[in-house]
Nanobody, 118 residues
């Protein structure tokens, strides 16, 4: 029953914009920190952006000033607005839900491909 469903991935040109969305079900959404991770071929999965239950945010240095994470607790959604996309942003992007409590583990989305290319 617990799942994260993503949408919005695709192919965009350098300098373009893309908005990723993730809807959660089967969890008490307001008690989960939400995040977006990405993994490129041959590289470790890295945290792109995170938004806590209290609304605080953190971003990877490589995306600061370009990406914005937001959440809507009424809709159980978390979005990632990506502007000024670069080829280096090409990766599989994963939605993540992490409970504030130690009871229960992380929930991961299926991953969505983002490709930035001319």
């Amino acid at each position: 029953q617990v799942q994260l469903v993503e949408s919005g991935g695709g192919l965009v040109q350098p300098g373009g914009s893309l908005r990723l969305s993730c809807v959660a079900s089967g969890i008490w959404f307001r008690n989960y920190h939400m995040g977006w991770y990405r993994q490129a071929p041959g590289k470790q999965r890295e945290l792109v952006a995170r938004i806590t239950t209290g609304g605080g945010t953190n971003y990877a240095d490589s995306v600061k000033g370009r990406f914005t994470i937001s959440r809507d607790n009424a809709k159980n959604t978390v979005d990632l607005q990506m502007n000024g996309l670069k080829a280096e942003d090409t990766a599989v992007y994963y939605c993540n839900a992490r409970p504030w409590s130690t009871v229960g583990g992380d929930v991961w989305g299926q991953g969505t491909q983002v490709t930035v290319s001319s």
